[in-house]
């Protein structure tokens, strides 16, 4: 690790922070969408979840050109931003994590929703037979019994922010230490053909991944248990 620049680590820690915080922001957005998803009896709600589910097929130049709309100076975002006297969004951190959401949406929505489909509807009726609100009943049956899905969203949504490139680098650029993550960290290392440190945050990459897929077959395999 020796001869390495000194902000090497600086977009891993970045990126770690972004992950975190959109993690955090789609299990508590997410988790209702779910239970609505799943609960609901509305002819609609499929329609509801195609939107939420556009992220997996939409390219992420498309995206990211909405998501640059959305957060410029014309759009929301500037108007939120004006707020404490910025004028966009966009090339901020607090794009990133809204950009992130978005992005990451379906990754934590769709295991969480599996989870409260395979509950079924008898433990919420044993539950209401004594007397439990549907708050209630949603807290201490449906949650715990939906820990799995829990898990394997948080696991996915922060993975695959980890793993963002099109999207932040179209929304945030490249600003060290504010919208410089890991993924862009890479490419830029690439372009100036820094080939040790690119090998070093890759490889590190690469490990992350693989121990991302052996913790969604553990899980797996645990649920399968369960529900057996």
Do not use: C
């Amino acid at each position: 690790m020796t001869n390495l620049p000194p902000d090497i680590w600086q977009p891993v820690w970045l990126t770690i922070e972004l992950a975190a915080i959109t993690t955090v922001i789609l299990l508590i957005v997410g988790t209702p969408i779910a239970w609505w998803l799943a609960r609901s009896k509305a002819w609609w709600k499929e329609g509801v979840a195609a939107v939420v589910a556009l992220p997996l097929v939409l390219p992420p130049t498309v995206l990211g050109f909405y998501l640059l709309v959305l957060m410029g100076p014309d759009g929301p975002g500037g108007a939120l931003a004006s707020l404490w006297g910025g004028r966009t969004l966009a090339f901020t951190f607090g794009g990133l994590v809204f950009g992130s959401v978005i992005y990451s949406m379906p990754f934590v929505v769709q295991p969480i929703r599996n989870a409260f489909d395979a509950i079924g509807d008898r433990p919420l009726e044993v539950a209401a037979t004594l007397r439990a609100s549907p708050l209630k009943a949603f807290w201490t049956v449906a949650v715990p019994l939906a820990r799995p899905g829990f898990l394997a969203g948080a696991v996915l949504g922060f993975a695959h922010t980890v793993g963002e490139f099109g999207i932040v680098l179209m929304i945030g650029g490249n600003i060290p230490g504010s919208t410089k993550v890991l993924s862009v960290a890479i490419y830029d290392y690439v372009e100036t053909a820094q080939w040790r440190e690119a090998n070093i945050l890759a490889g590190g990459m690469a490990a992350f991944a693989f121990v991302v897929i052996l913790t969604m077959m553990t899980l797996e395999k645990r649920t399968a248990r369960i529900r057996a």
